[in-house]
Structures are given as structure tokens and as C-alpha cells.
């Protein structure tokens, strides 16, 4: 495959994560009143596995779904570089709540979330770009 197909490749992987996470995160918002309660289970299905896939990143490890970059917690490091173990410790305890049944998200969490989906748009304009330049 060329450097444009696997950056594209790459690109779309990332776009579908970002995508999937943005709408997760709509839904989380409007709360279990607003959305049914399949709506609000898959959201936070998609929660767990983008969590699990940047857990598995800073782990050393390999994502499972959706194939996330180390690019993407290397955004997410820069933007917490004060408090990086707390908040991935952070990310690791809210990821084993979204285990348990019922639960509902704080405040920070939210924010954590959506910091998690500037950091995957970030990542999507850098391999946007990186394919414009290798185009050319």
C-alpha cells in the first residue's frame, strides 16, 4: 500500500472513532432521560471502547477497534502534561464505572471526553495534512 492509501487508511480509522465518540457524547449529554436506553447504552459502549483502545496506547499495547494511533495520546499527553497520571488514572477508573450498571458521568468526566475528541479531530487534521503533503 502507498504512503497516501495507508494514511488514508489511518484517516478514516480515526474519523470513525472520532465520529462514533462525538455522537456518544451528544447522547451522554441529553442524559438517560432525553435519549432511550439503547441509545444511552450504545453511547456508553462506544465510551468503553475508545477508553479501552487509549488505555491499551499508553499500556504499550495494541488497540482492539478502532485502531487508534499513539499520536492521539501524545495529543492528549501535551494537553494534560501537568497532570498526565492523574488523568489517566482518571480515565482508567472512569473506564471500569462504565462497567458497572447505571452509572452517569461527572462534570470532569465529560470534559475528559471531550478532550479525548479534540485530541482524535487533532489527530485527524495531522494525517489529513500529512496525506495533502504527500500527494502533491
Known amino acids: 500500500m502507498s504512503d497516501v492509501g495507508l494514511l488514508a487508511t489511518q484517516l478514516a480509522n480515526t474519523a470513525k472513532c ?21 441509545v444511552y447504552t450504545q453511547a456508553t459502549e462506544v465510551t468503553k471502547i475508545v477508553l479501552s483502545d487509549l488505555l491499551a496506547i499508553i499500556d504499550g499495547k495494541l ?54 475528541a479534540r485530541a482524535i479531530d487533532t489527530e485527524c487534521s495531522m494525517l489529513f495534512q500529512r496525506m495533502q503533503g504527500r500527494h502533491r
Open 63 to 116: 488497540p482492539h477497534q478502532y485502531q487508534l494511533r499513539e499520536e492521539t495520546t501524545e495529543i492528549l499527553r501535551e494537553m494534560h502534561r501537568i497532570d498526565w497520571q492523574e488523568f489517566s488514572d482518571k480515565l482508567s477508573a472512569m473506564r471500569l464505572q462504565l462497567d458497572k450498571p447505571d452509572q452517569t458521568l461527572r462534570l470532569e468526566q465529560m470534559q475528559y471526553l471531550e478532550d479525548i
Open 18 to 38: 472520532g465520529e462514533d465518540l462525538d455522537q456518544a457524547l451528544l447522547s451522554l449529554k441529553k442524559g438517560r432521560t432525553s435519549v432511550t436506553a439503547s
